[in-house]
């Protein structure tokens, strides 16, 4: 949980957000991750036991349809609110700053990535010259009778069609989603393991 909901205050903010009408579960946690940008979502089991506990206590009731909990707030919740309005202003404060350091931080990462991904890239373009140099520019094996068409031709076009489909792959799943150091580097080693096979198979 991040900090600012420290010391029971994420239960303040659930009273807060039923205030605006009934919620079930799920939709608490979509509202949070709105509020945070994206940035932070609670679990499921952060908030379930918060919101029996808020209805043990009497601050909020449920209704059951479809398998599904819809919480609402009730008098008792609202009283507390209003006694607490201090502190939920003083906790709205601090969402906001939190957001503020989360996205400041969100953005460094972003460029850190962004220059790791440009990394993997020309790594892997590099990979896929010298694959294919390797290929061509090997010395020749003895003479043997190996067919210019026919199947062998087949595979070889295959082998390219393979090489071109794994450099767009790789591409499409780099632009799909951000990804740690640890994981680029792991995925640059697996790059150079792969090339370094083919090598020694096409010598």
Do not use: C, N
Not at 11 to 29: M, N, S, T
Not at 56 to 67: F, Q
Not at 107 to 131: N, P
């Amino acid at each position: 949980m991040t900090a600012v909901f420290s010391h029971g205050r994420l239960r303040l903010y659930l009273l807060k957000l039923l205030d605006d009408g009934p919620k079930h579960g799920y939709e608490l946690i979509r509202l949070l991750e709105d509020r945070f940008l994206g940035l932070y979502a609670p679990s499921a089991g952060t908030i379930y036991p918060r919101l029996q506990r808020l209805e043990v206590e009497g601050l909020v009731s449920h209704t059951a349809a479809g398998g599904r909990k819809t919480y609402e707030i009730t008098d008792a919740g609202r009283a507390e609110l209003r006694q607490r309005a201090g502190e939920l202003t003083a906790l709205e404060a601090d969402i906001a700053a939190s957001v503020a350091d989360l996205s400041s931080l969100a953005g460094e990462i972003r460029s850190e990535v962004r220059g790791s991904v440009r990394d993997l890239k020309r790594e892997l373009s590099e990979a896929t010259r010298q694959t294919r140099r390797a290929r061509w520019e090997a010395p020749a094996p003895p003479p043997r009778p190996t067919p210019t068409t026919g199947p062998q031709a087949g595979l070889i076009d295959e082998l390219d069609q393979r090489l071109a489909a794994f450099t767009a792959e790789v591409g499409r799943l780099m632009r799909a989603r951000q990804f740690s150091d640890t994981q680029l580097r792991t995925a640059i080693r697996l790059l150079d393991g792969a090339l370094d096979g083919l090598r020694r198979l096409l010598r």
